[in-house]
């Protein structure tokens, strides 16, 4: 998963650079400026101080002295003044800034915080979307791993229209989930019943139309009693129509079968398909050479979101590596709504399943 989401501290992340959403002096502040100094110690501080400075929207590189990550790439954010002044542009170069950095360095993993989001007031959620706009776009022509780290969930807002949709839609089903349990349940012994009298019925119908059989054909049913042979051929009736050899020759197509069929059909390369879904090229490449390969069920669900499926297309995708889209988790609740509202944003999809707790996609 070539862009994760996770909560946490960044001076705790074992990787090869962390961003720091400094200011023009780069001689530390607060936030988490404060932290990464703290962290790193005094001689991050003396390397600061030999670069003089850092533009807004540019970046610099020193070493991570005592953080467990190589290297701290120091950005300047811009000040959010209403959002006319140029602040996104600013944000942007932000990003794009740090990670060519972080790739002139060689490094294969970077993680940032929500620069610009904290003392500086850039609203949370637009400032999440422009993160994640400027990291897929940079992802789409790198493997790098990108972390962006959400210091603590009131700093994670996916606005309050989605997050009150997503809720409802769960409330209904878990109701309609709960309700159809009832029902079933309440209706259960009769439709037992129903199940009872048209499985008599038909026993009828078949007796009736094995006796008159019977009767045509008595001389060469010598000893056969109607009654033996009308059980004969309702087991008959009854038996599975597939032979085990029908059985093994119509093997559904597997999951990744199914897969690479899909991306033909909708015109799209495989690089497109996996970038789209977030997961990385070696697995994709490990799905794509097995055809019985099971991917776990985030990653299915991811390509079923990259391949933009309806409902009915993506469950039985789904099914293929032995998943279903269950009404009784909020996961599964959470995906059903973004695909019935043809919302196939998987970062979307990741910022709201990052709201509720639940497990993000790609992996
Ligand atoms: N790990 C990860 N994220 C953190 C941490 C941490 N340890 N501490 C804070 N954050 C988050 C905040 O919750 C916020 O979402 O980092 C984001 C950026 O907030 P700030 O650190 O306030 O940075 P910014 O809004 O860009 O303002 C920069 O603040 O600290 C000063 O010297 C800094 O003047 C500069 C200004």
């Not at 090869?16 to 962290?39: E, F, M």
């Not at 409802?168 to 349940?185: M, W």
């Not at 997961?279 to 079923?304: Q, W």
């Not at 709504?337 to 790609?362: C, M, R, S």
Request: net charge neutral; proline share 3%; hydrophobic share 40%.
């Amino acid at each position: 998963m070539p862009l994760k989401l996770i909560r946490g501290d960044i001076t705790k992340l074992e990787c090869d650079a962390i961003v720091n959403a400094a200011n023009s002096t780069l001689l530390g502040g607060g936030g988490v400026d404060g932290a990464i100094h703290r962290a790193a110690g005094r001689g991050l501080l003396n390397e600061c101080r030999k670069l003089g400075g850092c533009k807004t929207g540019e970046a610099k590189l020193t070493k991570g002295y005592r953080l467990p990550c190589r290297f701290v790439i120091h950005t300047v954010g811009p000040v959010w003044r209403g959002g006319d002044n140029g602040e996104e542009d600013l944000l942007r170069s932000c990003y794009r800034n740090s990670l060519s950095l972080a790739a002139d360095n060689g490094c294969e993993s970077v993680a940032f915080p929500l620069i610009s989001s904290g003392v500086y007031g850039y609203p949370k959620d637009r400032a999440l979307r422009v993160a994640t706009d400027e990291i897929v776009r940079f992802l789409s022509g790198s493997e790098m791993l990108v972390y962006i780290v959400i210091f603590d969930k009131k700093s994670f807002d996916i606005g309050e229209k989605l997050f009150g949709d997503i809720e409802a839609f769960i409330d209904d089903s878990y109701a309609s989930d709960a309700y159809s349990y009832t029902l079933e349940r309440r209706r259960a012994p009769v439709m037992m019943d129903i199940c009872l009298e048209e499985a008599a019925e038909e026993d009828e119908k078949i007796d009736r139309r094995n006796k008159k059989l019977y009767q045509a054909a008595a001389p060469s049913f010598a000893g056969a009693s109607a009654d033996k042979l009308s059980a004969s051929v309702k087991k008959e009736k009854r038996a599975p129509k597939n032979t085990l050899e029908d059985e093994l020759n119509n093997l559904d197509e597997s999951f990744s079968e199914m897969l690479l069929r899909k991306i033909d059909e909708k015109g799209m390369t495989d690089v497109e398909c996996y970038k789209r879904a977030n997961v990385d090229r070696k697995l994709f490449s490990k799905i794509r050479s097995d055809r019985l390969y099971r991917p776990s069920k985030t990653t299915a669900i991811a390509f079923v979101i990259a391949l933009e499926l309806p409902l009915e297309e993506a469950k039985n995708m789904l099914m293929k590596a032995g998943y279903a889209l269950s009404r009784s988790n909020k996961f599964d609740i959470i995906i059903e709504y973004f695909i019935v509202n043809a919302n196939y944003d998987i970062f979307e999809i990741n910022e709201a399943l990052f709201k509720f707790d639940q497990n993000l996609l790609g992996v």
